[in-house]
Nanobody, 122 residues
Framework: QVQLVESGGGLVQAGGSLRLSCAAS????????MAWFRQAPGKEREFVAT????????YYADSVKGRFTISRDNAKNTLYLQMNSLKPEDTAVYYC???????????????WGQGTQVTVSS
């Protein structure tokens, strides 16, 4: 079955950077729009960013715009999230997801990874 495996999470100080990766297998990667969501403790999962199958179109949540960059390498079946100027409020489990079309709702994505923890200390 389809597998999405996130990596790259960890502990970082405020103002620092992290790069998350999501390796996809058993799907036609370039066909799918990909997205990052996150879930902080005690909160609902929220949209972070999405990218079209070609990589030419992206869309970001206001809370991360200008600090995070979503990208993909279709030759490697891998999605990335470059996170700069991290803040304590970015602390969450980050999930990658695959779906059809640039969407911000969880229900619009068919496949999900297990998540990777990002912790930003103040």
């Amino acid at each position: 079955q389809v597998q999405l495996v996130e990596s790259g999470g960890g502990l970082v100080q405020a103002g620092g950077s992290l790069r998350l990766s999501c390796a996809a297998s058993r799907l036609t990667f370039s066909f799918y729009a990909m997205a990052w969501f996150r879930q902080a403790p005690g909160k609902e999962r929220e949209f972070v960013a999405t990218i079209s199958g070609s990589g030419l179109s992206t869309y970001y949540a206001d809370s991360v715009k200008g600090r995070f960059t979503i990208s993909r390498d279709n030759a490697k079946n891998t999605l990335y999230l470059q996170m700069n100027s991290l803040k304590p409020e970015d602390t969450a489990v980050y999930y990658c997801a695959a779906g059809v079309g640039l969407r911000v709702g969880e229900d619009d994505y068919d496949y999900w990874g297990q998540g990777t923890q990002v912790t930003v200390s103040s």
